[in-house]
C-alpha cells in the first residue's frame, strides 16, 4: 500500500509530532465522511466526504477548502469549501433572508440560481441554494447556509461538473448534516482552563524531572496501512550538554513508503533545557522524487523569548522568520523536545486537559495545542489484551484531533492517524523482518 505525497510530507517533516503521538484518531464512524475537522476558533466542526483531501486553509477569511481527485487520473473532480461570514442582513428571519440571498445572486450573476429556498439538514433549518456557475456552464454547484447564532453563518459549498449532480446533492447533504456548532464561551473557558494545567506543569520542570521521563531505550514504531507494513520511525531520549547548556536530546529517524512505491527517509534532532529558556531544533528529509543533494528541511532555535526559523529548500536557504514571544505566551510556550515526553510528564490517572503554545515555521505564528487525558481503556497489542490509558491531542485548535494510546508509563503503544495509517509499538527485529529495505539506513543509525 502506498501512502499519497500529502501524508508523506507530513510524516516526514513532522516526526516529532509523531513521537508525541499527535496524529491520531480513528475515521469518523457515519458512512461516506472521513475524518470530523474543527476549527475551534471559528466554532464550527464536520465532516468532509471520504477520500477527500484538504488543499486550501484560509484563516483570514476562517476558510477551508477538500477536494475530490479522479484515482486514476488525479485530476480534480469536485470541490467542498466551508467558510464563516458575518451578514447584518441576517437579523432573526432565515426564511426572509433567504430572499435577500436570492436577489443578491441575481443581481452578482455569477451564479444562474435554479433555486434558492429554506430546507431542513442535520436537525436545523438552512438556506439551500442551487444553480449553474454562468462563468463555467459545465459547473454546478449547491450552497448550503447554516445560522450559527446571532449574525454569523456557516456557508458550505460543493462545485462540480453538472452530469454529476446527484453525487453531489448527497455529498454536501451529508457533510452540511455533520456540522456542529461550538459555543465560543464554553469554547473559551476550555482553552483557559487548559492553559493554566499546561503553565502550572511546564512551571514545575526540571532537569530531574525530565531524566526520570526519558525513555531509557530506543522506542521502535512500525507504520501500517491496511494491514501491510509502510514505513518504521526510531526514537533516542536523553539527557546531555549542548555547550555550557544542558537539556533534554531528542533524535528519530523515519523511513516510508512513497507514491512511487520506493522509500524516502527523514532525520529529526529537538533539544531543549528544563527551563525551556534554550532550544534547538532540525528537519531534513529530501523532496518526493528528488536527490539527498535537494534536501528540505528546517533549523531553528529559542533563545529567552526569541525564536529564530530558517528553512532551506533544494539547497537553497530562505530567509530567517524571527517571533518575539509576549511573557504571557512565554509561560506556556512548549519546545518540539519536551512535547515528545508529554504523555510521561502530564498525569495521566485522572481525566483532565493541558494546553500550551507552540511554533508553526510554516506560519512564524503561535499555535495552541491541547493534550486531554481520555482514561484507562484496554487494546489488543498483538496476542494480548494490553492496559492503556487513552489520551486526545490536537496540535493546534484547527488541526484534526488524534486518539493515542499510552502504556502505564506514558510510553506510547498505538496511534491511528486520520488516512487509516497505524503507528504501533515494535522492535529492530521485527520491522528488519518486515521491512528488509530498511536495513541499510538502521545499520547506519549510530
Not at 506543569?201 to 522506542?219: F, I, P, Y
Amino acid at each position: 500500500m502506498k501512502i499519497d505525497a500529502p501524508v508523506r510530507r507530513i510524516l516526514i517533516a513532522c516526526a516529532a509530532l509523531l513521537i508525541s503521538a499527535a496524529w491520531a484518531v480513528a475515521a469518523e464512524a457515519e458512512a461516506g465522511l472521513a475524518q470530523r475537522y474543527s476549527d475551534l476558533a471559528g466554532g464550527y466542526s464536520i465532516c468532509p466526504p471520504a477520500g477527500a483531501d484538504r488543499v486550501q486553509q484560509n484563516p483570514a477569511r476562517r476558510e477551508v477548502v477538500w477536494t475530490g481527485r479522479d484515482p486514476r487520473m488525479g485530476a480534480v473532480l469536485w470541490a467542498l469549501s466551508v467558510v464563516r461570514s458575518d451578514d447584518t442582513a441576517l437579523g432573526g428571519d432565515l426564511k426572509a433572508f433567504s430572499q435577500i440571498l436570492r436577489e443578491r445572486f441575481q443581481a452578482q450573476k455569477a451564479l444562474k440560481v435554479e433555486s434558492c429556498q429554506m430546507a431542513r439538514i442535520g436537525g436545523r433549518d438552512v438556506i439551500d441554494i442551487r444553480g449553474q456557475l454562468v462563468a463555467e456552464g459545465r459547473l454546478w454547484q449547491r450552497q448550503v447556509w447554516l445560522p450559527m447564532g446571532g449574525q454569523q453563518l456557516l456557508i458550505v459549498t460543493v462545485t462540480g461538473p453538472s452530469g454529476d449532480k446527484g453525487k453531489l446533492i448527497d455529498m454536501i447533504e451529508a457533510s452540511a448534516g455533520s456540522v456542529e456548532v461550538v459555543d465560543a464561551a464554553a469554547r473559551k473557558a476550555h482553552r483557559e482552563a487548559g492553559l493554566a494545567a499546561g503553565r502550572t506543569l511546564l512551571a514545575g520542570l526540571s532537569e530531574s524531572k525530565l531524566a526520570a521521563a526519558v525513555a531509557r531505550e530506543d522506542q521502535w514504531f512500525r507504520m501500517d496501512v491496511s494491514g501491510a507494513p509502510v514505513g518504521f520511525m526510531l526514537v533516542r531520549e536523553k539527557i546531555e550538554p549542548r555547550g555550557d547548556i544542558r537539556g533534554l536530546d531528542v533524535k528519530a529517524w523515519t523511513m516510508v513508503k512513497s507514491a512511487d512505491g520506493g522509500f524516502v527517509t527523514g532525520e529529526s534532532d529537538f533539544f531543549a533545557s528544563a527551563d525551556r529558556k534554550s532550544e534547538q531544533w532540525s528537519l531534513t528529509h529530501p523532496p518526493e522524487g528528488g536527490k539527498a543533494t535537494r534536501l528540505v528541511g528546517q533549523t531553528g532555535s529559542k533563545r529567552g523569548q526569541t525564536i529564530e526559523c530558517t528553512a532551506t529548500v533544494g539547497g537553497k536557504t530562505l530567509p530567517t522568520s524571527t517571533r518575539m514571544l509576549a511573557e504571557s505566551m512565554e509561560q506556556v510556550y512548549l519546545p518540539n523536545a519536551l512535547g515528545a515526553l508529554l504523555g510521561r510528564l502530564v498525569e495521566t490517572s485522572q481525566a483532565g486537559s493541558y494546553a500550551f503554545a507552540v511554533y508553526n515555521a510554516a506560519t512564524n505564528e503561535m499555535d495552541v495545542r491541547t493534550f486531554s487525558v481520555v482514561g484507562p481503556e484496554k487494546i489488543q497489542v498483538g496476542s494480548a489484551q494490553v492496559a492503556a490509558v487513552k489520551v486526545t491531542e490536537r496540535m493546534a485548535e484547527d488541526a484534526d484531533a488524534a486518539e493515542v494510546w499510552l502504556d502505564k508509563g506514558g510510553l506510547m503503544l498505538r496511534t491511528r492517524s486520520p488516512g487509516g495509517m497505524v503507528i504501533e509499538r515494535s522492535s529492530r527485529e521485527e520491522i528488519l523482518r518486515q521491512l528488509p529495505q530498511a536495513k541499510g539506513l538502521i545499520e547506519g543509525i549510530k
